[in-house]
């Protein structure tokens, strides 16, 4: 399977400051990626859909102008939590999606990121 | 909208046994795929087994197979000859045919593996 790489692994930052964490195809163009958001024991939450070279289209509830996605390339999406808070702790998970000739949907998953707000 | 229901948070099995887990959802398209994904305690997804709607075949993959029953709207996931490495949190994801990779989990069901 293709490859999608997640950065950083897992982040602590200060409440009020703001994080990005970016997602990156190795080995294919993405048309489009996804952010996820999970908490403990619980299932993902898609936030948004990333399209490359268009405005996010966001999840209902989710906060656009907290949650900023840029899909500037085909290889890369990035989402920066704007003024984080404690309650913004999660774990993010992005994913990639590849056209197949012979499956409509190929997504493929990055390792996630755990965002710890203090 | 599309919802997708997994009914058991918990299920335990024997090494070397046979479990399933449940699946159901709702949608009023007629084209779509279905898939359980594995997330063991690396987090990492990991695709495990996926079904064409229009397909009447059941999918399988090795020891994992599906019972899709499209009218009941219902698809189970069955694991043969369970391995310790087979105990992480599984996902049943719905996708719409038009939506390529665009998913919508179930809530998971985490399987742990007795040896």
């Known amino acids: 399977g293709a490859v999608v790489s997640q950065h950083p692994s897992w982040v602590i930052c200060k409440s009020g400051t703001s994080v990005k964490i970016e997602c990156r195809s190795l080995d294919f163009q993405a048309t489009t990626m996804f952010w996820y958001r999970q908490f403990p024991k619980q299932s993902l939450m898609l936030m948004a859909t990333s399209n490359e070279g268009s405005k996010a289209t966001y999840e209902q509830g989710v906060e656009k102008d907290k949650f900023l996605i840029n899909h500037a390339s085909l290889t890369l999406s990035t989402l920066t939590v704007t003024s984080a808070h404690p309650e913004d702790s999660s774990f993010y998970i992005c994913s990639a999606y590849q056209p197949s000739r012979t499956v409509n949907t190929e997504a493929f998953f990055g390792q996630g990121t755990r965002l710890t707000v203090v | 909208a599309q919802t997708v229901t997994q009914s058991q948070p918990e299920m335990s099995v024997q090494e070397a046994e046979t479990v399933t887990l449940s699946c159901t959802y709702d949608t009023s398209e007629s084209d779509y795929y279905l898939f359980w994904y594995k997330q063991p305690p690396s987090r990492q997804m990991i695709l495990v087994i996926r079904?064409?709607?229009?397909?009447?075949q059941n999918a399988t993959e090795n020891r994992f197979s599906v019972n899709f029953q499209k009218a009941a709207k219902s698809f189970s996931l069955k694991i043969s000859d369970s391995q310790l490495g087979d105990a992480a949190m599984y996902f049943c994801?719905?996708?719409?045919?038009?939506?390529?990779?665009?998913?919508?989990f179930g809530q998971g069901t985490e399987l742990s593996v007795k040896p």
């Open positions: 994801a719905y996708s719409s045919y038009n939506q390529g990779g665009k998913l919508i």
């Open positions: 079904q064409e709607a229009y397909k009447q």
